[in-house]
Structure formats: C-alpha cells, structure tokens
C-alpha cells in the first residue's frame, strides 16, 4: 500500500516540509506498542483516542498491540483554525463506554502547552478508573504551561508546528502520511528525539 507522501506540502496557503518520516514513525509504533504490551501484559485496557488528531496514531498503534483491548473516543477542540492553541478546551464527545474500574490508556496526537491533556486526565480520573496512562506520539516539552505527566512519548520536538498524520492545519493536511513542518524559515526546526526515558 502507497500513502500519500509528498517532500513538501502547501496547506491553507503555508509551506510544509517533510519532519517524520513513515519509516521513522512505523518504527517508533512499533517499540511504543511493544511497550504497552509488556506493561499491560495481564490487563485489558481501553484505549481512548482523542479526537479528532489521534485517530490516525491509535489506528496504526492499536494493530500492534497483542493484550485483550478496547477502543472509545473523546472530542476536544482548543486550536480552533489557528496555529496555537486558543487557551480554552471545548468538550464536543463524552465517552460511550464506562471507565469505572477499567485501565484507561489516553491516546494523543501530540501535546502541546498540555492544556488538553491536563484536561483529559481531569475528566478521565473523575469517572473512577483503575489507572490512567497517557500516550502521545509527539511532545512539545519547552512549550510546557500546564504540567502533565506523560507515561509514553513516541518523539520529542521543538516548539514547531506540525502538520499529517493526524494532525491539521486549519482542518487540513490530516490525510498525508508522514509528519511534515512549517517552513517558514523563522523557527528551530532541530530533529526530533526519541526521551532516553523511553528507550526501554
Ligand atoms: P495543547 O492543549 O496546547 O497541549 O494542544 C494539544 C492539541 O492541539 C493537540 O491535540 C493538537 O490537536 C493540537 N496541536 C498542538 N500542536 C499542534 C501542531 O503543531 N500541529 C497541529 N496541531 C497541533
Ligand atoms: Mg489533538
């Protein structure tokens, strides 16, 4: 199967060059998977993606996860159709599934000033889990306002906007395969890294 993944991208009139690419990111899913597998190896987790950005990553991580495992969705919205985040979180989708007693793995695209995901983790530790872990597959750390403790990072990144895999800009650019950076030629585009942390 050939996805789409052109060298450059121009999205809602911003230039976009290639970051991450499928190769480094089938890579990493699979060594993150591997990871989840070993700690939830006698449990049954549900994974929550958050929508709309994670549905990509949790389709491709959850294909290699090999314990007994559950899917819901939770719908925020705090970019609105800007390029940084609005400083406010709109719930637009509760959970269908009851989380009480469950081992809930919240599943992100990337996090950002954290403010979701501080979010999320509220609301999720309200309705009683058993634990709660948060995955992501990019973390921004120096753009850190709101703290919050992320078990499983796939890459760290400067603070840079990004765009495919999921992620959007203004709605757009979701469908291309591979992780692509704005290029407006101003900001450190230094490579991403894998946290010594999670290189188990
Ligand atoms: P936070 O609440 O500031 O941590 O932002 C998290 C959310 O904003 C993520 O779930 C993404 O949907 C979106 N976001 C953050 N950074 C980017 C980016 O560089 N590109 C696209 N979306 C982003
Ligand atoms: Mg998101």
């Given amino acids: 199967m050939t996805f789409y993944q052109p060298e ?4 809602n009139g911003a230039l976009f060059r290639l970051y991450i690419n499928k190769e480094q990111l089938d890579k990493r899913i699979v060594e993150l998977a591997g990871q989840i597998n070993r700690d939830y190896e006698d449990k049954k987790p549900i994974f929550i993606g958050i929508l709309n950005g ?25 970019y609105g159709d800007e390029k940084v985040s609005s400083g406010s979180v709109t719930e637009l989708k509760d959970l269908d599934a009851d989380v009480e007693g469950r081992h809930v793995i919240l599943i992100e695209d990337i996090v950002d000033t954290g403010l979701s995901m501080r979010y999320m983790v509220g609301r999720i530790k ?16 120096d753009a850190t306002k709101h703290y919050v ?11 840079l906007f990004v765009l495919g895999y999921g992620m959007d800009y203004a709605q757009e650019g979701r469908n291309l395969a591979q ?10 585009s230094s490579s991403p890294v894998i946290p010594e942390h999670a290189k188990k």
Avoid: W
Avoid at 64 to 73: K, L, W
Avoid at 149 to 159: E, R
């Fill in 54 to 78: 994670a549905f990509v990553f949790l389709a491709d991580l959850m294909r290699h996860v090999t314990v007994p495992c559950e899917v819901d969705f939770f719908k925020l919205s705090s």
């Fill in 8 to 11: 450059t991208v121009l999205c």
């Fill in 126 to 141: 309200e309705k009683k889990p058993a634990s709660v872990a948060v995955v992501t597959l990019l973390h921004k750390p």
């Fill in 149 to 159: 403790n992320v078990d499983y990072v796939g890459f760290q990144i400067p603070t």
């Fill in 179 to 188: 992780i692509y950076v704005i290029d407006d030629g101003s900001e450190d």
